[in-house]
């Protein structure tokens, strides 16, 4: 059963449907979702992650460093009164936590379990194959076209080296098997085009 109800279904996919989300719009949400149904047995509280994953970029604009914040803000909005004041509280850390793709640091395991997993899946365009992550690639220049060329390539280099310089990309064994060699050798392929 999900936590959200159509009508914030349909809010949420209108403005996921916005002419600027060339990457961050409904397609990396289905994504998600078919990620979390192919996984579901992974997860503690699906439904929290499902509400995770609709929100976790409802706010998405490439001139603000606030997104994850004001999409948090929003989740907790729409839902307070209709989940209880902890699992909220898990979900809006865990939106949140799509900031830095670091798992927050929650006293219960299976909450840090079901945040590993959804940042995984997060970044799982990482692991695609090469023709997608250039599309992916591609995707999001456009929705940063307002960069000149040199700061692009400045930015997009420092944010693939930080990950990169990570000992693991992926946090769950199971995303690591399945995406951390082909992110790591994607990346690289950017990176010199980047420098190139």
Known sequence: MSLLDDATKAELTALYLADDRHYHGIRHIEALLGLLAEYHTQFADREAVEAVIWFHDAIYDSRRKDNEALSAALA?????????????ARIVKMIEATATHEVPDF?????????????DMDLSILGAPAKTFDAYEDAVR??????????????????????LARSRIFHA?????????????NMERSLAKLSG
């Open 76 to 88: 907790a909005e729409r839902l307070r009164g209709h989940v209880d004041a902890p699992r909220l």
């Open 173 to 185: 064994d199971v995303f690591v098997t399945r995406f951390e060699a082909r992110a790591r050798a």
């Open 142 to 163: 456009r929705e940063y076209d307002w960069v000149s060329d040199a700061d692009w390539r400045a930015g997009r280099g420092a944010v693939l080296r930080n990950f």
């Open 107 to 119: 006293d219960d395991a299976t909450a840090r379990n079901d945040a590993a997993l959804l940042l």
